[in-house]
């Protein structure tokens, strides 16, 4: 039931955004890369490596194929593509790109974009390169995580120092911007950041460049 689920949902989703996104080639090869990419999709979600590996042209590089078997062979995946982005290279070479969101019962990852290229051979289209084996799998999703913890933790970090700088700091409205800072979080530290704190070391710098203007 599951898995009549997933291929309903992808189905619907995937042909309506296809509608539009593939106005400008053929009927009969926007149906044809419909197909492929609807398999890929399906062949994913549903475990099936020999039928996604179908997908893939005999043109493609070794080792993207190595990767697309090495990546979706031995992991259950719900995985959905957004496709809004669609270009044609050449009559012969498309390219199909969106955001994803991926689960499996060791990672999770959403809001990342993927693109997929597919060359024509004798009416057929085949997948002959993509990020989709790098991006879904947890390797992946462990160093976006580790980024997005790394980048919290800095802004982190920023936002404890301005709140000392504020408290320490010998300036006007010194309570004000205290609770800015602190009720704001990083919205208002980064605005005490650049105005009062950088007018205040502006004045103390123009003080001892002119001491005899400070009094």
């Known amino acids: 039931m599951k898995k009549i ?28 890369i419909s197909n ?23 043109n493609a590089n070794t ?27 050449t009559p012969e070479l498309v390219e199909l790109s969106g955001p994803f969101t991926v689960k499996s ?26 990020d989709f084996a790098e991006k879904i799998n947890s390797k992946a999703a462990v160093k976006s995580l580790g980024t997005f913890a790394l980048f919290t933790f800095f802004i982190f970090i920023f936002w404890i120092w301005m709140i000392i700088d504020v408290v320490r700091r010998p300036i006007k409205n010194k309570v004000t911007w205290t609770l800015v800072v602190i009720f704001f979080f990083v919205f208002g530290a980064f605005i005490y950041f650049v105005t009062e704190r950088r007018a205040h070391k502006k004045t103390q710098s123009d003080k001892i460049k002119n001491p005899e203007n400070s009094n």
């Open 105 to 130: 019962q060791f990672f999770s990852s959403s809001g990342y974009t993927t693109y997929f290229k597919l060359e024509k051979i004798d009416d057929k289209w085949f997948l002959i390169e993509s």
């Open 5 to 32: 689920l997933i291929k309903f949902v992808i189905c619907i989703l995937f042909i309506s955004s296809s509608l539009i996104s593939y106005a400008e080639i053929s009927q009969a090869d926007s149906k044809e």
């Open 36 to 58: 492929t990419m609807e398999k890929i999709f399906m062949s994913i979600n549903e475990s099936d490596i020999e039928s996604l590996m179908e997908t893939i042209s005999p």
């Open 63 to 89: 080792d993207f194929k190595n990767q697309v078997f090495h990546n979706f062979s031995s992991q259950e995946l719900v995985y959905y593509q957004e496709l809004p982005y669609f270009t044609q290279i």
